[in-house]
């Protein structure tokens, strides 16, 4: 029972991680409406910042987190202006999907050069030991418990500024229809930068987070969270931000509790199964809504 | 100097000239409709004076501004509103949100209630339905949202585009009573439309759009005596 509990636990902190870079995935598709492939790797670039920061900077950890996130906040804004915003409203949105996976190889290879590609050792950016429950039998670390307030405090702020601001208000007019929303006077195009701005702020929370409980970093870090993500995404309903955070969460348990009680190899395995299982019942995922329209 | 004045306007689609120099004007105050057949390019008139989709060629001035060299959302901020074809209103966002959306541009937060408390008063159902998602409305309660939405950015100017569209016959004067009651309030409007007969009737007046061309133009009340627009647009 102890054992499955611990297992639980840390699938939920694991889960947590998917479920911020789902935000991300989720929020740029419901608003851009592309997938951005290269969202993993802007996690990868935040762990790599963290770690500039503090290990050769010597700065502390939530200075070096706020260093990352500002970087990757600007990467963001970056890549959808030089990248993905000439393709909008081309005709094929094949085109900025493709651009999409060519901005990931490039973000990695240009890790490659700077950082080469020796491992990292991280170090975890939570220096609480955590706690001992059930006479030290349970051992939750601090790094657990502090991914899973930080999921679940984003996941509130998140709701919070894009139901009471205007801004956010803005996002769900943009998510819906562009026309519309510019004929309400919404600067869609800001609209969208905003939205590549927070995914990518977040994302470098979430590489800050997976480095600490996942302590080795390379070039390629980023790529399986990011598909792990971007599943988690889909499960939840694309487009839908509780979605993202159920589906993360419920990517994470079934992760853990597979590889714990299962196979450690079989475990992505299950995981797509899920996926699978899930579209097949619902194909608009969990949260995801029909939309109807009325003529 | 009128408020909106479109010169030799050409619009392109792709390959396809949908409009082909059209020219006419809107003075402050008046109801100006226009009217033509479906494919007739009058949606495509009001997108181009909104930003939505580029000029060809031509110009388009609205109270001294160059519409071309603006981008769309900025004339939002000018004064000009636009309900558009199939009334796009939010589906997923409440009608209070939706509102809300309208007064977008606005910053004086006091004077945006009044607009709010205004609106509610003139369309009580939508103060009734204020916290239900907008998609879950009527057909006729949605061009109300979309019309309380125009208006909530306190516009100089209405461009209506086929408000009466899908609705039944009682809706319909519910709507032109909408019109005519925002024009009370000092709003100019352009109008297009399918019915011709009711936009006629409430117009100062109108031209009649043919294939990206305006084929006639006058007073609405001399048009709707006339034997041709009888013919065509009438119903005999």
Redo the contacts between chains.
């Keep these: 029972m102890l054992d499955f509990l611990n297992t639980f636990i840390s699938g939920i902190s694991l889960g947590s991680i998917y479920a911020i870079i789902a935000l991300g995935y989720t929020m740029v598709y419901g608003i851009a409406k592309m997938l951005n492939f290269a969202h993993g790797d802007v996690i990868m670039v935040g762990g790599y910042l963290v770690y500039t920061g503090m290990i050769s900077w010597g700065f502390n950890p939530l200075l070096a987190i706020l260093f990352a996130m500002v970087g990757c906040t600007i990467l963001g804004i970056l890549t959808e202006r030089i990248a993905y915003k000439p393709l909008r409203g081309a005709t094929s949105n094949l085109a900025v999907l493709i651009t999409a996976i060519g901005m990931s190889y490039f973000l990695q290879n240009i890790s490659l050069q700077i950082f080469t590609a020796n491992p990292k050792s991280f170090t975890s950016v939570v220096k609480w030991e955590g706690i001992s429950l059930a006479d030290g039998q349970l051992k939750i670390q601090g790094v657990t418990i502090i991914t899973i307030l930080t999921g679940a405090v984003i996941l509130l702020a998140l709701q919070l500024f894009i139901n009471k601001t205007?801004a956010g208000?803005?996002m769900?007019?943009v998510s819906?229809?562009k026309?519309?929303?510019?004929?309400?006077?919404?600067?869609?195009n800001k609209t969208i930068s905003l939205t590549f701005a927070i995914g990518s702020g977040l994302a470098a929370i979430a590489g800050a987070l997976l480095c600490s409980a996942y302590p080795v970093l390379t070039p390629y870090t980023g790529a399986m969270p990011g598909i792990k993500a971007f599943v988690a995404a889909v499960l939840g309903g694309i487009g839908s931000i509780p979605g993202a955070m159920i589906g993360g969460l419920l990517l994470g348990v079934a992760e853990s509790l597979s590889k714990r009680f299962i196979s450690t190899q079989l475990a992505d395995a299950i995981v797509f199964t899920i996926l699978i299982i899930v579209l097949l019942v619902r194909p608009t995922g969990l949260m995801g809504?029909k939309?109807?329209?009325?003529? | 100097m009128s408020m909106l004045e479109v010169k030799d306007l050409e619009v392109n689609y792709g390959m396809i000239k949908a409009i082909k120099g059209v020219s006419f004007h809107v003075e402050a105050g008046e109801i100006v409709a226009l009217i033509g057949a479906n494919g007739a390019g009058k949606t495509t008139i009001l997108h181009t004076i909104?930003?939505?989709i580029p000029a060809a060629a031509g110009s388009i001035v609205f109270e001294g501004n160059d519409v071309r060299r603006i981008?769309?959302?900025?004339?939002?901020?000018l004064g000009m509103?636009?309900v558009?074809e199939?009334r796009?209103?939010?589906?997923?966002?409440t009608v209070l949100?939706n509102l809300?959306?309208?007064a977008?541009?606005r910053k004086d937060s006091a004077e945006t209630e009044e607009t709010l408390e205004m609106i509610y008063q003139h369309f009580p159902r939508l103060k009734e339905r204020r916290s239900q998602l907008a998609?879950t409305?009527s057909?006729g309660e949605?061009q109300m949202l979309a019309m309380g939405?125009a208006l909530m950015?306190k516009p100089t100017m209405i461009l209506m585009d086929e408000p009466s569209m899908?609705l039944s016959p009682l809706l319909v004067k519910e709507v032109f009573s909408i019109i005519e009651f925002c024009h009370s309030q000092g709003i100019t409007i352009l109008l297009v439309e399918q019915n011709a007969r009711m936009a006629l009737n409430i117009a100062d007046r109108a031209y009649v759009l043919e294939v990206g061309k305006i084929s006639m133009e006058g007073k609405a009340n001399e048009l709707l005596e006339s034997e041709a627009i009888k013919k065509a647009y009438l119903g005999g």
């Design positions: 205007k208000q803005a769900l007019a819906e229809d026309g519309a929303a510019t004929l309400m006077g919404i600067d869609v809504r939309l109807q329209e009325k003529v | 909104s930003g939505l981008p769309g959302y900025k004339l939002t901020g509103a636009h558009p199939g796009r209103v939010f589906a997923e966002m949100q809300r959306l309208g977008y541009t998609g409305l057909g949605q939405r950015s899908g």
